[in-house]
């Protein structure tokens, strides 16, 4: 391995390495989520610092400041040089989560190890898309949405398994988290740098020597086909998320102090949910999403969590509900809203920006989770279950019409036939058109 020892990673296994930034995601907001009740016990929160600790976590707004940072350094130094550093930076922070004895301490690790998660999904989702064979896109960036399932089935079963330890059980569960992380930085050390990376940084240092080079950022907003970008992949990543990021850590709270279930029982329906949601991730999103239209596969996916809603919050939580709830948005998670976002977020903008753009757009997303998480509490608190879930559909039917209305037709091509249809320029493989040719061409062009 490069630097380390003396193999590269390359096919598979890199994608792999790569796309357990997502395992280590989900883990940590799993890992936090169920254990939420026993900190609170333990240090006598409030729902106020409850709030606080969700909102500056991995699931909100530590992972928007990490990713707004990451896909910037991500696009000018490089995909790979994110990964000599940001699972250092995380393992610190679980390190500090699973030694904790007030409540700074939990903080102060809940943010550290919120941050680096963040820096990390821009990267991977890139990585991944740029080095995939194009006609194997969906199977290769799937594999992020895989890990990002396997991580919290695994760790809600290590919940289950460690339940008789109490908080102990969950300060193990972080350190596994550390184990991870450190086998998983150790392996991508091998990485080789995108090609296509490799490729746009040499045609934009010619640019730059002729003076016809303009800014990302200004391109980013100002052409017509970014903006269209921006709102599909907002529209859909935002408003699905601000369902299922609250569920990510408020689910096992819900389930305990609105269902009345125990911490083992609701550890298992977890379990069971995302056990689904890896099993529909391969059989339907990697095996189908290269060969259908991945339009119906989104609406189908987006429908199927808009009943899961309903069903949980007009029908109480009796073990009927909540199984049909958990089979429901356990199988459309794994080819809904999170999935295509990894998928299109890659294909819509040029190499020069693309990590930017999935880092501005994921910021967003997570900031938007943040002022949710905060105040998710105490609307359930004063107002019910009932009034939450109710919001919680109108997220969800909004992201199902965006989705559908605007998913692009991008099924089997090349990043860079995609990028020349949208853009008029291919990564330099093509003279590159003035921005003036492009800004006209991205007029005309329709997503």
């Known amino acids: 391995m490069a630097k380390i020892g003396s193999k590269s990673t390359t096919g598979w296994k890199a994608t792999i390495s790569v796309a357990m930034a997502n395992y280590i995601e989900a883990g940590s907001i799993i890992a936090a989520a169920s254990s939420l009740t026993m900190w609170q016990a333990y240090l006598h929160l409030n729902s106020l610092t409850v709030g606080l600790l969700s909102a500056l976590s991995a699931n909100a707004f530590g992972a928007a400041i990490g990713a707004l940072f990451g896909g910037y350094l991500c696009d000018k130094y490089g995909r790979k040089f994110i990964y000599a550093y940001d699972l250092l930076f995380y393992m610190l922070g679980v390190l500090l989560i ?29 990585y991944i898309a740029e ?23 695994i ?14 059980g969950s300060r193990i569960i972080f350190l596994h988290l550390l184990v991870i992380a450190f086998i998983t930085w150790y392996i991508r050390q091998g990485l080789s740098e995108s090609t296509i990376w490799k490729e746009g940084k040499k045609q934009a240092e010619k640019e730059r020597n002729t003076k016809k080079t303009s800014s990302t950022l200004k391109d980013l907003f100002s052409l017509k086909v970014n903006r269209q970008a921006l709102f599909l992949l907002i529209g859909i990543y935002l408003f699905w998320n601000l369902t299922a990021g609250a569920m990510g850590y408020f689910m096992p709270y ?14 298992l329906l977890q379990a069971f949910l995302w056990g689904l949601t890896v099993l529909t991730t391969y059989l339907v999103f990697m095996k189908l999403g290269d060969k259908f239209s991945r339009r119906l596969l989104f609406g ?6 808009i009943a899961a809603w309903l069903i949980l919050t007009y029908t109480g939580m009796n073990w009927f509900s909540l199984f049909a709830f958990v089979i429901l948005w356990g199988s459309a998670a794994g080819f809904g809203a999170q999935a295509f976002y990894g998928l299109w977020g890659s294909e819509l903008f040029p190499t020069k920006y693309r990590a930017g753009a ?9 900031f938007g989770i943040a002022i949710w ?75």
């Open 131 to 153: 080095e995939a064979p194009h006609s194997k896109r969906a199977a290769h960036v799937g594999t992020a949405q895989l890990a990002w399932s396997t991580g919290p089935m």
């Open 358 to 366: 999935q880092g501005f757009i994921y910021f967003l997303v997570r």
């Open 300 to 305: 189908i996916g987006a429908i199927m969590g």
């Open 373 to 447: 998480s905060f105040i998710l509490p105490t609307i359930m608190d004063t107002l019910g279950f009932k009034v939450a879930g109710i919001v919680m559909i109108v997220f969800l039917v909004i992201q199902c019409i965006i989705g559908i209305a605007l998913a692009p037709n991008t099924k089997g091509k090349t990043l860079q036939e995609i990028e020349e249809e949208r853009f008029g320029f291919n990564n330099g493989k093509n003279d590159h058109m003035n921005i003036q040719n492009v800004n006209m061409k991205a007029e005309e062009t329709n997503m």
């Open 155 to 168: 760790t809600f079963l290590l919940a289950v398994l460690l339940t008789p330890l109490g908080l102990l």
């Open 254 to 267: 819900i389930y305990q102090n609105v269902g009345g279930l125990t911490g083992e029982q609701e550890n």
């Open 98 to 126: 699973a030694v904790s004895f007030n409540f700074p301490m939990l903080l102060i690790g809940t943010i550290i190890t919120g941050v680096a998660v963040g820096a990390g999904v821009p990267a991977s989702w890139t």
